[in-house]
């Protein structure tokens, strides 16, 4: 079996580019598979501002002509069984529909990877996303989601292509903490890794931090300049310096990994996920988490006779983060009981082996 892997391999790293690495890696360090994976890129280079939608539209439409262009390419000069497409929807869903044609028309067939957790939510919307994700749902040959929530939607309108694979934790991960055992966590730091955006829920972040005393928050991510300033003249007015808000940037993998083993709490106060690997790698580093009700998050933290893996509240809340940071900055026992949870359930249901194998099968259901 040959697969063309298509996903974000350079550019701006985003959760979309590290699940993809993490499979490819993985799939690189095994042997006797039967399967042939290729690498088709679709990445971007800079980050696209959502409050601006002329600016998506116009840069959408140019990236994809290239990328496109690329694909078609590919599948020209080789023969592949399956096109395995990851997309985030939203106006991606026009390359996905392009896409899908072109590997039909050169005889492989096509999974499409959604990796968002919104698919409830634009069921109910009716709106134009939904039917162009249902476009795609009905000519390709088969469909991954990542959330419980998502394949039950799909699933009651009918469709029978629908398969329910997690994210992985990348074994890198487990590599990393076997050379590194548990370091000495510094009280009051709080961690946030991701794409330093409005919809990853920073703002709030920095205003809640900003009303708790003895904090100092670390924000790793790419962020734009405009950005940096926003968040560091809120940490002024909240505080009257910004001594206490450290913004680094992108980091090497293993630094961030070091920095999720040496923080007091990760927060990701984001508006909307699909299966956050940012989730997945601070469990595996033993962190107390805050985080927001969205895609898969409340599958992965959900609380059950073992006891609490974290505090979950609504996007969008200040007051709310503000409380539940708190809350779990002054709680020594609730922050310890959601380590270790979090930390055993990680390793119990997210394992790279057991993902591997739910990937294999949607594949070799076709």
């Known amino acids: ?17 590290r699940w993809a690495e993490h499979i490819y890696n993985y799939y690189q360090g095994i042997s006797d598979t039967g399967i042939v994976i290729d690498k088709c890129s679709i990445g971007r280079n800079y980050v696209v501002k959502a409050d601006k939608p002329i600016t998506r539209i116009i840069s959408a439409f140019k990236d994809y002509s290239h990328t496109i262009r690329n694909y078609r390419n590919v599948l020209r000069r080789d023969s592949y069984d399956i096109a395995h497409i990851s997309t985030s929807a939203s106006l991606s869903l026009i390359k996905d529909l392009l896409m899908i044609r072109i590997a039909h028309k050169y005889g492989a067939k096509t999974v499409v990877h959604f990796h968002f957790g919104r698919i409830p ?3 109910k919307q009716n709106n134009w996303e939904w039917k162009l994700m249902k476009k795609v749902i009905s000519m390709s040959d088969s469909v991954i989601v990542m959330t419980e929530s998502s394949h039950k939607t799909l699933t009651d309108c009918g469709y029978s292509n629908i398969h329910l694979v997690p994210n992985p934790l990348s074994p890198a991960v487990t590599d990393y903490i076997r050379k590194h055992p548990d ?3 510094i009280p009051g730091t709080i961690l946030f890794v991701g794409h330093v955006i409005k919809t990853k829920g920073v703002e709030e972040l920095v205003d809640a931090c900003g009303h708790i005393e003895n904090v100092k928050l670390k924000i790793i991510g790419h962020a734009a300049d405009d950005m940096k300033s926003l968040l560091r003249q809120k ?5 009257g310096d910004d001594s206490w808000l450290e913004q680094t940037g992108e980091l090497p993998y293993e630094q961030v990994l070091d920095q999720m083993q040496r923080c007091d709490l ?8 699909g299966f956050p690997n940012v989730i997945l790698e601070s469990m595996a580093c033993g962190c107390a988490i805050v985080t927001t009700k969205v895609g898969a998050i ?3 933290l959900k609380e059950d006779d073992r006891g609490k893996y974290g505090i979950l509240i609504d996007p969008k809340n200040t007051e709310a983060l503000e409380s539940a940071i708190k809350a779990m900055l002054g709680d020594e026992n609730l922050k310890n009981q959601c380590r270790e ?13 057991i993902v591997w194998d739910m990937i294999v099968h949607a594949w070799k259901s076709l």
């Open 1 to 17: 079996m040959k697969v063309l892997f298509v996903a974000p391999f350079d550019g701006i790293t985003g959760g979309i580019m």
């Open 121 to 123: 939510e634009l069921q």
């Open 183 to 185: 370091k000495d966590r």
């Open 235 to 239: 940490a002024i007015n909240c505080k």
């Open 266 to 273: 990760f927060v990701l106060p984001t508006y909307t996920e």
């Open 298 to 300: 409340p599958e992965m």
């Open 341 to 353: 949870n979090a930390r055993r359930r990680v390793f119990e249901r997210y394992s790279m082996p």
